[in-house]
């Protein structure tokens, strides 16, 4: 690749200083850091290996479901499985995926800071995290459990499955969230570079900021809740045991007010993903700045008051349902707003296709239909025909999987060369990503259709004239699986023998390309100072920053 | 990397790398706390909703079983628990006037005032297991057999359990902050370290200035 003219300008003013991963090469230099990118290194590796093993169970799912009675495994372990789908893909994965990894990367190098405000801790909950998935995955290797990620009460409370161990795991994997989201609060208030104020900070650094008020209200909720669960387990407390007087719908309720909102720490951070890659691929400066900014804070504030709409047919008053059903739409206005900003940013921008850019195509389509079919099970008569469904299997996956992946996927090529320095091959890169996008769709669609039929989700069996849209569904699921194996592939093959990329190879302006790539070890030499807005490519300084000579 | 900002004086390794000045990491290191606080206030509102929803579903039960706690052993806690959130403002107004001994003493005296709560408690709880006014279907208490009573003392023990577990983290970082109190750490330069715990201690109080008249006085 050509070097741009700041690309040359940065790379005979850099001093040879040791990036981060030249600087200490020991497995301790690694597990004993206090760098955020270290850090964020290690959280990346783990939520893929655990993406890994959440789409292995995935596939074995998808493998029964081809015959409509028992096949390939019986019904407990295929309970088992669904559950451990569940908790692994929640937990382990989206919920750390991109605030863990990518936030902690990047976070501190869009604001022009050397750290994260307080790395031990930073550190401290990445152990949590380790710690958390051990315990989970022990009890997952000891039988595992058949409640479903969700833990309903009564059941969980009386199933002699191995619930207690993963809602442990659970607990702890909250604690490292909630670590994570104060982490960058703090560090978001107080280290940014001097001229960086609140109106000139990079959209991701706000959609971040708005998870993280999430991650902090809500994960001591589902804390409590569990460990309720778990003393209701080992001693027979009985708070949501109707057998003793409890009401499992509190559990409900309880379990919602995080759940609900942990839906926007999943897509919060994705949606600010997007935000950055549609400008440096457009080439454009980010149409509607203010507005996609404040709607991620809107996102953060009205996802808390939407949990009821997971209990319309649980008992809740007709009142409280339509109440939660319209609070729970304005989450799709806030959502519109900012898909109708983000295609604003590419209109008339010079459109660059590289693989971040076919997964922002593919994110734009999967989060209409997403967010499309979520308003529409927002709608209280609606919802009881579709509640527990495949219809809502298909919504959430298209939410969270057709969003909140496909941006984990394009953030993942997009900081690629940031963080190792090296090149991944596009070709691969762009069949991947074709693959992955339609056999999404091949996987997802049949299941609305599914679920609009009435086949209920999670269950063993189905009537037979289900068996061809399942058939159809099975061999998507094949197609994405097949994608996500050919990039893992590339990618580790391009940690070792891709090319070395130049710093900036997008010719991005986004605030993290100020340094090096990979970064020296504190980030900047100097402290830079901030004059323009994030994505400005209306003139052909380097992003950012005017160096005070 | 320059800190011209940097006070004289100041012990060894207080200032990070990457905060340009101490008002900064200050500054940081109490949004940090206040922000931790709130998680705390949140984990304990799960309990709380539920003894909202509890004791409007069973409120002479809750009132029968609340007349059956020992309401003296209750308020002597009470007062025990207000004066050690006072004993520990006094360690920091000392360690600010440059008296870390006097600052060290505080932090014992409240330590002991903390080990006194929880020998109240244990007391309370062994009063407790005697009766059988234990949770859910332990629940064998003879003097109140109304429904809802077990669900008071499921609530009971969590409620003052969990607060109990608070009590314990509470002591473990009072204890680090007089062990680097005796080092000298803190003083009239610096004394967030210091502040900060007093602030969790505060919280662990003011959790038990809710629990007490909601358990014991209704």
Not at chain 1, 41 to 51: H, K, T, W
Request: aromatic share 16%; charged share 10%.
């Amino acid at each position: 690749m050509r070097l741009s003219e700041a690309d040359s300008q940065a790379l005979a003013g850099a001093p040879p200083a040791p990036t981060y991963l030249e600087d200490g090469t020991t497995v301790m230099s690694w597990l004993n850091t206090r760098d955020h990118k270290r850090v964020g290194v290690m959280f990346l590796a783990s939520v893929i290996f655990f993406f890994l093993i959440g789409g292995v169970f995935a596939l074995l799912l998808r493998i029964k479901l081809l015959q409509p009675g028992p096949f390939f495994v019986d019904a407990i372990s295929y309970n088992r499985m669904f559950t451990l789908h569940g908790v692994v893909m929640i937990f382990l994965f989206l919920i750390p995926a991109i605030p863990s990894a990518f936030g902690n990367f990047v976070l501190p190098l869009m604001i022009g800071a050397r750290d994260v405000a307080f790395p031990r801790l930073n550190l401290g909950s990445f152990y949590l995290y380790v710690l958390g998935a051990a315990i989970a995955i022990w009890g997952m290797i000891h039988g595992g459990a058949d409640t479903g990620w969700t833990f309903y009460t009564p059941y969980s409370s009386t199933t002699p499955t191995q619930v207690l161990p993963i809602l442990l795991g659970a607990f702890i994997l909250g604690f490292s969230s909630i670590l994570t989201g104060l982490n960058f609060i703090v560090t978001v208030h107080t280290l940014r570079a001097p001229g960086l104020s609140w109106m000139r900070m990079p959209l991701f650094v706000w959609s971040t900021y708005a998870t993280s008020i999430i991650q902090i209200l809500a994960t001591p909720v589902l804390g409590i809740t569990l460990l309720i669960v778990s003393v209701e387990r080992v001693a027979g407390f009985g708070l949501f045991d109707p057998a003793r007087g409890g009401d499992p719908v509190l559990f409900q309720h309880m379990f919602w007010f995080y759940s609900h909102p942990a839906v926007y720490i999943m897509v919060l951070p994705a949606m600010g993903v997007i935000s950055e890659c549609v400008c440096a691929f457009s080439r454009k400066n980010p149409f509607g700045y203010k507005a996609i900014a404040y709607s991620s804070i809107g996102i953060a504030f009205v996802g808390f008051f939407t949990w009821g709409h997971h209990l319309f047919v649980a008992g809740q008053s007709t009142f409280d349902a339509g109440a939660f059903g319209i609070l729970s739409m304005f989450v799709g206005v806030f959502t519109a707003i900012k898909v109708f900003n983000w295609v604003g940013t590419m209109y008339r921008g010079a459109i660059s296709f590289r693989t971040p850019f076919a997964y922002i195509c593919g994110f734009l389509y999967f989060i209409v239909f997403g967010g499309m079919t979520g308003v529409a099970l927002a709608t209280t008569s609606l919802d009881i025909h579709w509640h527990d469904t495949y219809f809502v299997v298909a919504h959430f996956h298209f939410i969270m999987v057709g969003a909140s992946v496909m941006a984990f996927l394009a953030g993942l090529h997009y900081w690629f060369p940031k963080m190792f320095g090296r090149t991944y091959p596009e070709g691969w890169g762009l069949v991947a990503a074709s693959l992955i996008i339609l056999g999404f769709n091949a996987t997802f669609i049949p299941q609305f259709l599914l679920g609009n039929f009435g086949m209920p989700r999670r269950y063993y069996q189905y009537p037979e004239h289900f068996q061809a849209l399942n058939v159809a569904s099975t061999a998507g699921a094949t197609l994405l699986g097949f994608g996500f194996v050919i990039i893992f592939i590339y990618l580790v093959i391009a940690l070792k023998y891709g090319s070395r990329s130049v710093p900036n190879p997008w010719g991005s302006k986004g605030f993290e390309w100020m340094t090096a790539s990979p970064p020296p070890t504190h980030n900047f030499d100097e402290i830079p100072t901030i004059t323009q807005m994030p994505h400005d490519y209306r003139t052909h300084e380097p992003p950012g920053v005017i160096r005070v000579a | 990397m320059s800190h011209e900002a940097e006070p004289l004086g100041l012990p060894e390794g207080i200032l990070a790398h990457h905060f340009s000045s101490l008002d900064r990491q200050n500054e940081a290191m109490r949004l940090g706390m206040w922000l931790f606080l709130a998680t705390e206030i949140l984990l304990f509102a799960g309990l709380f909703t539920g003894y909202a929803v509890y004791r409007f579903q069973f409120p002479l039960a809750f009132a029968e079983c609340s007349r059956h706690l020992n309401i003296a052993a209750g308020t002597v806690n009470t007062v025990v628990l207000i004066t050690s959130s006072f004993t520990v403002a006094l360690a920091i107004h000392f360690a600010r006037s440059d008296k870390p001994r006097a600052a060290a003493i505080c932090l014992v005296l409240t330590l002991l005032f903390a080990l006194g709560f929880l020998g109240i408690k244990a007391v309370e709880y062994t009063e407790h297991f005697h009766e059988h006014a234990l949770p859910g279907k332990y629940y064998a208490f003879e003097e109140v057999k109304i429904p809802g009573a077990a669900m008071f003392y499921s609530l009971y023990f969590l409620m003052t359990g969990l607060h109990g577990v608070h009590v314990v983290a509470g002591m473990s970082v009072l204890s680090y902050i007089l062990w680097r109190t005796l080092q000298g750490r803190y003083s009239s330069k610096y004394y967030t370290g210091l502040e900060l715990g007093g602030l969790y201690w505060h919280l662990v109080d003011l959790v038990w200035i809710f629990l007490y008249p909601l358990l014991y006085l209704i």
